[in-house]
């Protein structure tokens, strides 16, 4: 069966309702079936600024494992300062209509399960469909008096992954679906008697719901987009710098990458106090960062210490220190401080301030991030 780690971000969730681009609408079902894998909507919300703040709360959210009840706690302020909470009058820029809506814990519960879900969904079947072998997929449906009778119906029939069934009907399939599918291989399918049907059931997906919800479209990642723009730009002599520059950001890109996980598994361990010495290379250093720091070190390392005694920079995390490649690119750099050991480099980047403070070893070599912190002004 499919298991998912409890102790890592959702990645591939996160990544499903991160990839949604902001659409006002005044009624659900004008955004309507597939268009929702691609637009994150609200019915009733008419301000973009404030349709932003809800999905990055939810994506927030997603990210730390945050209940309901801890995201309405959050997001309330935030709906309460843009005049949405409470009685509400929208109005529809389309066709003029006006209406009084009471946006209560009842409305935030139903727009947080439905874009959790959604997105719950699609990482899930990201995973299933990923694995190799003959897959099949369980319809899971709860047994709490509160489920659909036709949903219930659905509990243990077995399909066989590329079944046109999951087409329209993977949950969730309606509102307030609380239905899942489990993967299992044929092998285990056997050993466990799960019976595979062998005609698919009657379709059970709402009309609002009638559709593909697994965000199994081709790759739209960064990467295949990356390589598509280098391989058009290769032969053009006019494109050279264009293409050096994308080159340079999917390496940048492939080192975020290697970077969470080496930092975490090094993080972990000085923690445990076992790699107070050790230190791993977590970016290149630009030519830039070199000239300001008077060394010809080609890279820049992090080290177990650093991660064990940096704690208090509650705000800052694994993932931030993986960013750095990015961080010290040279356009980023706004500001730099010069004092007897260590430069304290200060950057602009993904809507937060970063300040880094570098120190060089005695042999002019090694380049070493001693303190890396952030905040949402300029320090």
Same mark, same amino acid.
């Given at each position: 069966?499919?298991?998912? +780690?409890?102790?890592?971000?959702?990645?591939?969730?996160?990544?499903?309702?991160?990839?949604?681009?902001?659409?006002?609408?005044?009624?659900?079902?004008?955004?309507?079936?597939?268009?929702?894998?691609?637009?994150?909507?609200?019915?009733?919300?008419?301000?973009?600024?404030?349709?932003?703040?809800?999905?990055?709360?939810?994506?927030?959210?997603?990210?730390?494992?945050?209940?309901?009840?801890?995201?309405?706690?959050?997001?309330?302020?935030?709906?309460?300062?843009? @005049?949405?909470?409470?009685?509400?009058?929208?109005?529809?820029?389309?066709?003029?209509?006006?209406?009084?809506?009471?946006?209560?814990?009842?409305?935030?519960?139903?727009?947080?399960?439905?874009?959790?879900?959604?997105?719950?969904?699609?990482?899930?079947?990201?995973?299933?469909?990923?694995?190799?072998?003959?897959?099949?997929?369980?319809?899971?449906?709860?047994?709490?008096?509160?489920?659909?009778?036709?949903?219930?119906?659905?509990?243990?029939?077995?399909?066989?992954?590329?079944?046109?069934?999951?087409?329209?009907?993977?949950?969730?399939? @309606?509102?307030?679906?609380?239905?899942?599918?489990?993967?299992?291989?044929?092998?285990?399918?056997?050993?466990?008697?799960?019976?595979?049907?062998?005609?698919?059931?009657?379709?059970?997906?709402?009309?609002?719901?009638?559709?593909?919800?697994?965000?199994?479209?081709?790759?739209? +990642?960064?990467?295949?987009?990356?390589?598509?723009?280098?391989?058009?730009?290769?032969?053009?002599?006019?494109?050279?710098?264009?293409?050096?520059?994308?080159?340079?950001?999917?390496?940048?890109?492939?080192?975020?990458?290697?970077?969470?996980?080496?930092?975490?598994?090094?993080?972990?361990?000085?923690?445990?106090?076992?790699?107070?010495?050790?230190?791993?290379?977590?970016?290149?250093?630009?030519?830039?960062?070199?000239?300001?720091?008077?060394?010809?070190?080609?890279?820049?390392?992090?080290?177990?210490?650093?991660?064990?005694?940096?704690?208090?920079?509650?705000?800052?995390?694994?993932?931030?220190? +993986?960013?750095?490649?990015?961080?010290?690119?040279?356009?980023?750099?706004?500001?730099?401080?010069?004092?007897?050991?260590?430069?304290?480099?200060?950057?602009?980047?993904?809507?937060?301030?970063?300040?880094?403070?570098?120190?060089?070893?005695?042999?002019?070599?090694?380049?070493?991030?001693? +303190?890396?912190?952030?905040?949402?002004?300029?320090?």
């Amino acid at each position: 069966m499919v298991d998912f +780690s409890f102790n890592l971000p959702p990645e591939e969730n996160i990544k499903a309702l991160k990839a949604k681009k902001p659409k006002l609408s005044f009624k659900y079902d004008e955004v309507m079936h597939e268009a929702h894998l691609k637009a994150f909507t609200i019915a009733k919300v008419t301000k973009l600024d404030l349709l932003s703040d809800i999905q990055d709360s939810l994506l927030k959210a997603q990210s730390e494992g945050k209940s309901f009840e801890v995201w309405k706690k959050e997001i309330k302020p935030t709906l309460a300062k843009k @005049g949405w909470l409470g009685k509400v009058e929208v109005i529809n820029d389309k066709t003029g209509e006006s209406k009084t809506i009471n946006v209560n814990n009842t409305r935030l519960k139903k727009i947080y399960n439905t874009n959790m879900r959604t997105a719950n969904a699609q990482g899930r079947a990201k995973a299933q469909y990923a694995l190799e072998g003959e897959i099949y997929l369980r319809y899971i449906a709860l047994q709490d008096g509160l489920t659909r009778p036709s949903h219930l119906k659905m509990q243990g029939i077995t399909l066989h992954r590329d079944d046109p069934f999951w087409k329209t009907n993977y949950p969730p399939n @309606g509102w307030n679906c609380r239905c899942v599918v489990r993967a299992y291989s044929k092998a285990e399918c056997e050993s466990q008697g799960f019976s595979i049907s062998q005609t698919p059931p009657l379709p059970i997906a709402s009309v609002d719901w009638s559709y593909d919800k697994r965000g199994l479209e081709k790759d739209n +990642s960064l990467n295949t987009i990356l390589d598509s723009k280098l391989k058009k730009f290769a032969k053009d002599n006019n494109k050279s710098v264009f293409v050096e520059s994308l080159q340079a950001t999917k390496e940048d890109i492939s080192q975020v990458r290697k970077n969470y996980a080496a930092i975490k598994t090094l993080k972990q361990k000085a923690l445990k106090g076992k790699a107070d010495k050790e230190f791993i290379p977590i970016a290149k250093t630009t030519q830039t960062l070199q000239n300001l720091l008077h060394t010809k070190a080609k890279e820049i390392y992090l080290s177990g210490w650093t991660l064990k005694t940096h704690t208090h920079h509650t705000n800052v995390a694994e993932f931030d220190y +993986s960013l750095l490649p990015f961080l010290i690119r040279d356009t980023n750099v706004y500001k730099v401080k010069e004092s007897k050991e260590n430069h304290i480099v200060y950057f602009s980047k993904f809507g937060s301030y970063y300040k880094a403070v570098f120190k060089v070893t005695q042999n002019k070599e090694e380049v070493f991030l001693v +303190s890396l912190s952030k905040g949402n002004k300029k320090i």
